[in-house]
C-alpha cells in the first residue's frame, strides 16, 4: 500500500526568506505526486503535480518540488515567502494502477510566517 | 472559483438526526471523491464514484451513505453519528479517476455532532 511522510507537523519561516517542506513517500511503482495547499476555511488547491518527465517541476504562487527517486522524496521550495503563503500543505500520492485508491495524503505541514 | 461548491458550510446535528451533505461540481468530470478530515489525521478518503457508479468504499461504516445520481452531484446521507464523526467533510471530482488526474476539491461541510 503507499504512503506518504510529512516529517515535519509545523515550520515557521520569516517573511522574504527561502522554504522547503519534505516529502518522503512508498510506492512500488513509479508514483504521481502532488502538493495542495490549504488556506483556513478553505478546501485543498493544487499547487504542482509530478507523473513523468522532468523532475523538477514548477507549480504556482512560485512553488517548485523536484522529485528524487533515490531519496524517495518530493520536498516543496519557494525562493522567498509572503505572508499570504501561510497555510497548510499536503503532500499526496496517486495510484498509477488507476483511481480506485484516490490520493494517499501526508498529514500536513503547517506553515507559519513572521513577519 | 472552485468549481466545486458544498452545501452546507457547517452542520451541528445530535446523534439521533438524519442530514444530508451536498455536492455540485461545474468542470464537466467524471469521478467524484468524498474523503474525511480530521484534527491530527490525514485525509481519509470514503467513498469514490466513476461515472455515477461507486468503486470504492473504504470500510466507512454504514452510518454514512453514498448517493450520485449524475456525475455532477453526490450527497452524503448521515444517520446516527457519532461525536467521533465530527470533522470536515471534503468533496472532490477530477476528470477521470486515474491516478495522475488533478482532484479538484470543494470548500468542504464541517460537521460536528453533539
Known amino acids: 500500500a503507499q504512503s506518504v511522510t510529512q516529517p515535519d507537523i509545523h515550520i515557521t519561516v520569516s517573511e522574504g526568506a527561502s522554504l522547503e517542506l519534505r516529502c518522503n513517500y512508498s510506492?512500488?511503482?513509479?508514483?504521481?505526486l502532488f502538493w495542495y495547499v490549504q488556506s483556513p476555511g478553505q478546501g485543498l488547491q493544487l499547487l504542482l503535480k509530478?507523473?513523468?518527465?522532468?523532475?523538477l517541476v514548477q507549480g504556482i504562487k512560485g512553488f517548485e518540488a523536484e522529485f528524487k527517486r533515490s531519496q524517495s522524496s518530493f520536498n516543496l521550495r519557494k525562493p522567498s515567502v509572503h505572508w499570504s503563503d501561510a497555510a497548510e500543505y499536503f503532500c499526496?500520492?496517486?495510484?498509477?494502477?488507476?483511481?480506485?485508491?484516490?490520493?494517499?495524503f501526508g498529514k500536513g505541514t503547517h506553515l507559519i510566517i513572521q513577519p | 472559483e472552485t468549481g466545486v461548491t458544498q452545501t452546507p458550510r457547517h452542520l451541528v446535528m445530535g446523534m439521533t438526526n438524519k442530514k444530508s451533505l451536498k455536492c455540485e461540481q461545474h468542470?464537466?468530470?467524471?469521478?467524484m471523491y468524498w474523503y474525511k478530515q480530521s484534527a491530527k489525521k490525514p485525509l481519509e478518503l470514503m467513498f469514490v464514484?466513476?461515472?455515477?457508479?461507486?468503486?470504492e468504499n473504504n470500510s466507512v461504516p454504514s452510518r454514512f451513505s453514498p448517493e450520485c445520481p449524475n456525475s455532477s452531484h453526490l450527497f452524503l446521507h448521515l444517520h446516527t453519528l457519532q461525536p467521533e464523526d465530527s470533522a470536515l467533510y471534503l468533496c472532490?471530482?477530477?476528470?477521470?479517476?486515474?491516478?495522475?488526474?488533478?482532484?479538484?476539491f470543494g470548500p468542504g461541510t464541517r460537521l460536528l455532532v453533539l
Open positions: 472532490a471530482s477530477s476528470r477521470t479517476w486515474a491516478g495522475q488526474e488533478t482532484q479538484y
Open positions: 510506492y512500488g511503482a513509479t508514483p504521481y
Open positions: 509530478y507523473f513523468s518527465g522532468d523532475t
Open positions: 499526496a500520492v496517486g495510484d498509477s494502477g488507476g483511481g480506485a485508491d484516490g490520493l494517499t
Open positions: 468542470l464537466g468530470h467524471n469521478a
Open positions: 464514484y466513476n461515472f455515477k457508479e461507486q468503486t
